[in-house]
């Protein structure tokens, strides 16, 4: 499975935008990009994927570079409850039984 | 709609004692997934179902641990005998196994083996 590269941790204030990196240099064309967290105590819930142009959704944006070699996770006002473990992944698409391979993830702490 | 449940939330055991955990997944979902997650680290697949047959099972320690999928829905891992290094958080999670498909994760159960 292709490699992701992420700081392990990062902060922000409430209210602020986020910036989450994540660098995918060894991805291939089928890869899909997704980003799941975790908040304390949970499972991992989804929170977006792409695999060339940039995503909204009402969770966030991904922004995806041109070369697909970078990502960034944009969450446009940090609350406290997006206080959690962000995990970039790559995905391989064309099969019916992608799997989902977790590294470290980003700890994001937000303050008040 | 319902998510995905898990069963215990929480066991302790003493080492070389057996434990099960049950997982029932969002309904209609035909993949099943077992990780486990070891406190500081990202989840690790165990092993993965399609319906009732194993797709992916490479990381799962099958001297010691096993799993079903009877029917293709409700599923059980399990650990016979257990190790201080099982200690860990097992996560069940679904899809309907399209390869861009969202996983849905449980809650997970957390196991202490004393």
């Known amino acids: 499975d292709a490699k992701t590269t992420q700081p392990n941790s990062m902060e922000s204030n409430e209210e602020e935008p986020v910036h989450l990196p994540c660098n995918h240099s060894?991805?291939?064309?089928?890869?899909?990009i997704h980003w799941y967290r975790q908040l304390p105590s949970q499972g991992p819930e989804y929170v977006i994927h792409g695999l060339t142009s940039n995503v909204n959704n009402r969770m966030a944006s991904l922004a995806i570079a041109e070369d697909r070699k970078s990502s960034t996770l944009i969450l446009h006002r940090a609350t406290l409850r997006d206080a959690a473990v962000y995990y970039c992944i790559l995905k391989t698409g064309g099969t019916s039984y992608g799997k989902l391979t977790f590294g470290q993830g980003t700890i994001l702490t937000v303050h008040p | 709609e319902a998510g995905v449940a898990q069963s215990p939330r929480y066991k302790i055991i003493e080492k070389r004692q057996s434990v099960a955990f049950w997982c029932n997944p969002i309904?209609?979902?035909?993949?099943l997934y077992w990780y486990q997650q070891i406190l500081g680290q990202g989840p690790k697949l165990l092993i993965q179902?399609?319906?009732?047959?194993?797709?992916?099972d490479s990381q799962l320690p099958k001297d010691r641990f096993s799993a079903e999928r009877l029917k293709g829905v409700d599923s059980t891992l399990k650990i016979q005998p257990a190790k201080l290094e099982d200690s860990a958080v097992y996560l069940c999670a679904s899809t309907t196994g399209w390869s861009t498909d969202t996983q849905y994760f449980g809650p997970g159960t957390r196991l202490t083996v004393l």
């Open positions: 309904s209609g979902h035909a993949t």
């Open positions: 179902f399609q319906n009732n047959g194993v797709v992916d």
């Open positions: 060894t991805i291939s064309g089928t890869d899909y």
